[in-house]
């Protein structure tokens, strides 16, 4: 169906976030971790920001070392920890900055991962969304930038986008606030409990290698139980996935969990 139809924000103006106290950078217990992640220059810092009251800048740079800049802000009597990932295309670990992102996606287990898209360009963020989507059961879209989509006359059915993806989508326009009350308050929810999601997966792999993930699958639920994601774990294994084997060889530093039986 096609989700290019509805109206955008009728008023991006200025808007305010009630119940969110913003925590800046100080380490805290936290109740909620919640991983920020999308492609480059999609207003995910801006985002970042605005929750949590720091002053993260963006930017991708060649050479630049990856650091994961984390913050706090409360929403109903819950301490929120964000952890605002690398700005990346692709999960596929073909540069330090997507092994960064991938690798504390699938294993810090964050309680809910909020994916920033921009939504003047919604189709080239989606390679993004999928390969997230594969490896969480618990995420949200934020559709960003909509106030420049409505300025292109893009129009985006977010209700019909969030039953194909299986996920919440709030459309927002982080530099003023706009949605971000409706983002927080579905974060919850989502994290929690109360908001179920079904992630979109693609499982139409033939048979011939259904199988084999299947075999694989089995034997990482046999040795570490404790894994997150042994499907797609077993499908990034046949794929020859060097930085999964090397994480699997050495589990107690990535998983913090016990080594692999000899």
Known sequence: MNIF???????????????????????????????????????KSTVFNALTGLRQHTGNWPGKTVELKEGYFSYRDKIFKMVDLPGTYSLMTTSEDEEVARNFLVFSKPDVTLIVADATALERNLNLILQILSITDKAVLALNLIDEAEKKNIRIDERELSRILGIPVVKTNARSQYGLQE????????????????PYRIKDWPESIRQYIRVIEKELKNLLPELPYHSWLALRLLSGDKTIEEALLHPETYFRVKKLPK
């Open 183 to 198: 983002l927080v308050k579905t974060l919850d929810e989502v994290a929690s409990g109360e908001i179920k999601t079904k």
């Open 5 to 43: 139809q509805n109206s955008a924000c009728e008023s991006c103006a200025f808007a305010t976030l009630e119940g969110v106290k913003k925590l800046g950078s100080d380490k805290r217990k936290h109740d909620i971790l919640v991983a920020l992640s999308g492609n480059p220059n999609v207003g």
